[in-house]
């Protein structure tokens, strides 16, 4: 039983191409968050949100509380965006986190 | 410092071997976090810290996993007797609360042959 879905989980793009990846989950959150990974790379931390969206660059994330999905969109992608998303929750009923598998972004110059 | 140290970077390790994996917080995080990365996998949850205090170890696969943080500063992974199942990326990650200000470490990357 996976509490975070994720998809697609292979994703490639031309650079410039505009990007969705899309997270449901099952439980109910205090928080979500957007995750980069680089191979290799440690995680570093790019959105939390409990509701609406945020924008940082070309970065902008999306919740839904009442449908229960987030969307990552990346505009004008590049090369430099090749990484794996994740997808994470942190569980409204105490200090429970649940991961998603993660999206593998590759952007071809 | 000024982020979340993992040490050693890379470990191998024989099987039934025990390994002890460090994990150095930011200065001043009251949670700290375990994770389990295997290849391919996103992270799952081993065990969580407030402070001195380990609030949720539900997620420790095994009694050969042994997780402390003594002093509410640095935390040691503990997996004794290694099997090649172990073989996974373990990281660390700490914030004030919460997932709020969440900084991972950059892992140790744990190999049983």
């Known amino acids: 039983k996976n509490e975070v879905e994720q998809s697609p989980q292979n994703l490639t793009a031309q650079e410039g191409e505009f990007i969705t990846i899309n997270c449901s989950y099952s439980v109910g959150i205090s928080a979500l968050h957007w995750l980069q990974q680089h191979p290799g790379g440690g995680i570093v931390s790019l959105f939390m949100?409990?509701?609406g969206k945020k924008k940082h660059g070309r970065l902008i994330a999306t919740i839904n509380i009442q449908e229960k999905h987030s969307s990552l969109h990346i505009t004008a992608s590049h090369p430099r965006d090749s990484a794996v998303y994740i997808c994470?929750?942190?569980?409204?009923?105490?200090?429970?986190?649940?991961f998603g598998t993660g999206t593998s972004l590759t952007v071809i110059p | 410092g000024a982020g979340v140290s993992q040490s050693p970077r890379y470990k191998v390790a024989k099987r039934g071997q025990d390994v002890a994996l460090r994990c150095d917080p930011i200065s001043g995080h009251v949670s700290l976090f375990w994770y389990q990365q295997a290849l391919g996998q996103g992270p799952e949850f081993l065990t969580y810290f407030q402070n001195e205090a380990q609030l949720d170890k539900s997620g420790l696969p095994s009694d050969r996993f042994f997780a402390e943080r003594p002093e509410g500063s640095v935390s040691t992974l503990k997996i004794q007797r290694t099997q090649q199942e172990d073989s996974a990326v373990y990281l660390c990650?700490?914030?004030?609360?919460?997932?709020?200000?969440?900084?991972f470490g950059s892992g140790t990357r744990l190999t049983v042959v």
């Open positions: 994470a929750v942190e569980s409204n009923t105490g200090n429970q986190f649940y």
């Open positions: 990650a700490s914030s004030f609360t919460g997932l709020a200000g969440y900084t």
């Open positions: 949100l409990s509701s």
